[in-house]
């Protein structure tokens, strides 16, 4: 017998082994999937990665019993970048977590780290398996993926019910995007039923209609296929890892010096008439393909992603069309997140201010608009990555401060148009705040509309600009400003406490 005939029996069972794991649970319950309009672990993860390129790991784990321990779990590319990837295999005893796959959800966080590369999880399951079994002191992969923020990207798709431990995963991550068949819970209903008594539907309890407007969830997209598509397009703005610079574009026709004299018939020039922010994205980056995070939530704020001269930059930026892009808490809120995610993936920063101020009122008190204020100030002024700052209109109070409208704040490039009105509040509110009479309300509204140049006077812009000169005013100001990546890129060291 040869050594390759002497091989050939435990390979077959090896062979064997495998091919029972890639039928997960089973034809009847794959097929009862598919029928539901969804993907299964084994083909998100196909969609999700270039061609050909996933190695997995821990495919034995779990046994006759449990194909993978419902876990698929490996490597990949995307767009030829190595990524770590786990997906819960909903066919097999419900995507539950045992030992098993706790122990290869743990490793992939760890070699995501290790490797320097993002980490990817793909969310359908009920949370820890039931089984009887000690946990003891198992590492937990929570700690491992803890370990990944600010390190690694993290990216989190709900794909169908996620519930529990596994659910965690989502608002630790640096984003999170769920299908329309998505749904995300502490509980799921049958135990919120026999907790509460309260009989709820998955969808009430977790689904886009309630993830979306809490800010557990980021995004949403319709089916499995377009939130992978989403995923791939999310990435493709950050480096691999912190240790690591956002990638380039290489210049072409979209990337260079313009004028964008579009924004004189975008931006009115009077104050209380509102105007669409994201169309002033649309000229002012390289094109209107820019990647929006939250659209469904904090509307007062635009947090994108997008491209200027070819360089990913993370925008900023008030949006007039919502309460006077007068900044709220859930606006707050998700800027300062947003901000966080930026500086740790060295993404310029830039902030296009046009708000009144912070949202005043007795339910915004309530809610809390100071401390999300604070959050998003903290956040911005420890952030170390390059800054820009564009005035467009107004910028009063502490609503301009968020906005990086800040002396001595390290920004890169500050400017402000004509005529732009900043200060502690509008001279209307002033008028009225002070019961100022009529000769003496148009004297402050006279020396508002002198503010700018007031300003630039002192130093308090870099310069005045025309709003078509809006575009090379950034453009030139960041690749002067990236002249300062002069040494290897390294994670931010935080020690601002968050409010």
Avoid at 268 to 279: A, F, H, I, L, V
Avoid at 418 to 440: C, E, F, I, K, Y
């Amino acid at each position: 017998m040869t050594n390759a005939e002497a091989w050939e029996k435990t390979l077959d069972d090896l062979e064997q082994r495998r091919a029972r794991v890639l039928e997960m649970g089973g034809s009847e319950r794959v097929a009862k999937h598919h029928a539901k309009g969804k993907l299964d672990a084994r083909a998100r993860i196909a969609h999700l990665l270039d061609e050909g390129t996933f190695q997995e790991f821990g495919t034995l784990v779990g046994g006759a019993e449990a194909a993978a321990d419902a876990l698929v779990a490996g490597s990949g590319l995307i767009n030829g970048t190595p990524v770590m990837v786990g997906a819960e295999d909903f066919t097999t005893l419900a995507g539950t977590i045992a030992p098993g796959s706790n122990s290869k959800r743990y490793r992939l966080a760890e070699m995501a780290v290790r490797n320097k590369v993002p980490l990817i999880m793909l969310l359908e399951g009920a949370g820890f398996r039931p089984t009887g079994a000690h946990y003891g002191r198992t590492p937990t992969d929570l700690l491992a993926q803890a370990q990944c923020s600010g390190k690694v990207p993290m990216v989190t798709g709900v794909l169908g019910p996620s519930a529990g431990h596994g659910a965690l995963i989502a608002p630790v991550s640096d984003f999170a995007i769920m299908s329309r068949q998505g749904s995300i819970f502490t509980a799921g209903p049958p135990v919120v039923k026999m907790s509460t008594g309260e009989d709820i539907s998955k969808e009430d309890l977790g689904g886009p209609g309630v993830a979306l407007p809490s800010g557990v969830v980021h995004n949403v997209a319709e089916t499995d296929e377009d939130v992978l598509d989403e995923i791939r397009r999310y990435l493709s703005y950050f480096p691999p890892s912190a240790w690591s610079y956002p990638p380039v574009y290489l210049p072409d026709e979209s990337t260079g010096p313009r004028a964008t004299p579009e924004l004189l018939n975008i931006i009115s020039r009077e104050n209380r008439n509102t105007y669409d922010m994201r169309k002033v994205l649309d000229v002012v980056f390289d094109g209107t393909d820019w990647f929006e995070v939250q659209p469904e939530f904090g509307t007062a704020i635009i947090c994108a992603l997008a491209h200027l001269g070819g360089h990913p930059v993370a925008v900023v930026a008030n949006q007039p069309q919502v309460i006077a892009g007068s900044i709220d808490t859930d606006a707050a809120d998700k800027a300062a997140h947003f901000i966080s995610v930026a500086d740790a993936f060295h993404l310029p920063i830039v902030f296009l201010a046009d708000n009144p101020g912070m949202l005043p009122g007795g339910e915004s008190e309530r809610e809390g608009v100071l401390r999300a204020g604070a959050k998003m100030f903290v956040a911005q002024t420890t952030a170390t990555t390059l800054k820009l700052h564009v005035t467009l209109r107004k910028a009063y109070g502490f609503g301009s401060m968020v906005m990086s409208l800040i002396g001595y704040d390290s920004q890169a490039g500050v400017f402000a148009y004509p005529g732009a009105t900043m200060g502690a509040m509008s001279a209307a509110a002033l008028s009225s705040a002070s019961n100022a009479r009529d000769d003496v309300a148009a004297e402050l509204a006279e020396m508002e509309l002198q503010a700018s140049y007031l300003s630039a006077e002192h130093m308090g812009f870099d310069e005045l600009i025309r709003p078509d000169e809006t575009r090379n005013a950034l453009l030139l100001s960041l690749q002067r400003g990236l002249y300062a990546r002069q040494q290897s890129p390294e994670p931010v060291l935080r020690t601002a406490i968050m409010p």
